[in-house]
């Protein structure tokens, strides 16, 4: 048996704008339709991929299509979807496979899932439809005013691949070859072919306008961008029997000097927030020569910071903070301080890191003269 994959990629794409057809954009900096070759030539059920291109693409495919295996020499398409199909079909008449999968160049997302249940259906069927029952309420509307409720009662929105025997689909092709027919079911279903129905999915998406890329990078992840901020501070010891730290109440020796709460975790991490979305630096927004800051919560500084985040639109998606010092110990509070950053940030326990380490008895923090904070803040911009 053999399983042949016939994209159809030689339209021109008007739709999504300037820049070249669609199937050759690039989407989460891969062309669309060298993820669409790569779904079947990937798959262990299919032998061959045929792509049916545009003579004017021949560069752009040779691009999009280097290095892929089980690729065949590709077919230039004619003037309308079911020429181009027909041109390919006909291509493939030497190898004269068993079954071929009939697929959008521009539907890159296509899952071996789906691949696998058009096969498994070809087994018992001549045709086979990859579609997705109508979900939402359909409604006619008449001059831009609501009017009745459609039913949506055996309605499918048809995905592809649309998947045949090949001397099935072959032969309904030419058979069809005066007629203009929307897709190949509708070649199919002319020539009396029994075409069964198989659940797409939703990722499965044509692109054929801008706001499709749009829409696929967002399903792929490949949209937005994320940028990394970094913190230090140092404060000094003094009098005192506690120290605040990342905005828990540490009992200890000493006490750390500043002009706000002296919380280097807090700071640290303020700045690697403001570091991220280059909003300067703790000391330009909360200046130490305001009295107003004058024992003040460290809190709020880092609270400060992350609402500028969100005003971007964007949002804080983990923070790593380090104490380096030889006391007080880290380990027994780290849980608590985990809790009051996530707590302040709204962020889940586990976007939050805290982490210490001594320098060995070396330098100031070696010293016990005071304690320092460093840390990174990942903040994701859609
Ligand atoms: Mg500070």
Redesign the pocket.
Same mark, same amino acid.
């Given at each position: 048996m053999t399983n042949v994959a016939l994209i159809v990629a030689a339209g021109r794409g008007t739709r999504a704008g300037p820049g070249g057809p669609k199937q050759y954009r690039l989407l989460g900096g891969i062309a669309v339709l060298r993820r669409t070759l790569v779904a079947f030539a990937s798959h262990p059920g299919i032998d061959h991929v045929l792509a049916v291109i545009h003579p004017d693409d021949a560069d752009s495919y040779q691009a999009a299509a280097a290095g892929l295996p089980k690729l065949l020499p590709p077919s230039f398409g004619g003037a309308t979807r079911q020429a181009s199909v027909a041109l390919g079909l006909e291509s493939l008449h030497k190898i004269s496979p068993t079954n071929v999968l009939i697929h959008d160049g521009a539907r890159p997302l296509v899952s071996a899932a789906i691949i696998n249940r058009t096969l498994d259906a070809l087994k018992t069927h001549r045709g086979a439809l990859v579609a997705l029952p109508v979900t939402d309420t359909l409604r006619r509307a008449e001059a831009g005013q609501a009017s009745e409720t459609v039913s949506r009662e055996g309605l499918w929105r048809a995905q592809t691949p649309q998947a045949f025997r090949f001397d099935a689909i072959l032969d309904a092709h030419r058979k069809a070859s005066a007629s203009d027919l929307t897709d190949d079911v509708a070649v199919a279903a002319a020539a009396g072919i029994d075409v069964t129905m198989i659940e797409g999915d939703e990722m499965n998406l044509k692109i054929t306008s801008a706001a499709d890329l749009d829409l696929a990078e967002r399903l792929l992840g490949t949209s937005g961008e994320s940028r990394t901020g970094s913190g230090y501070?140092v +404060?000094r010891f003094g009098p005192g029997d506690h120290v605040w730290l990342c905005g828990v109440r540490v009992p200890h020796t000493n006490g750390l000097i500043?002009h706000s709460d002296?919380d280097?975790g807090l +700071?640290a991490l303020t700045d690697a927030i403001l570091g991220a979305i280059g909003e300067g630096d703790i000391g330009q927004h909360f200046p130490p020569s305001d009295p107003q800051w004058k024992g003040a919560a460290s809190d709020r500084f880092l609270a400060h910071a992350a609402k500028l985040v969100s005003d971007k639109g964007a949002r804080i998606v983990h923070v790593d903070v380090t104490f380096i010092c030889e006391r007080p110990k880290i380990g027994p509070q780290r849980d608590a301080m985990r809790a009051r950053v996530a707590d302040i940030l709204a962020l889940d326990t586990d976007r939050v890191s805290i982490k210490a380490t001594t320098t060995e008895g070396l330098g100031f923090t070696g010293r016990n003269e005071g304690l320092a904070a460093q840390a990174l803040a990942t903040v994701r911009f859609p």
């Open positions: 501070d +404060h500043g002296a280097a +700071h």
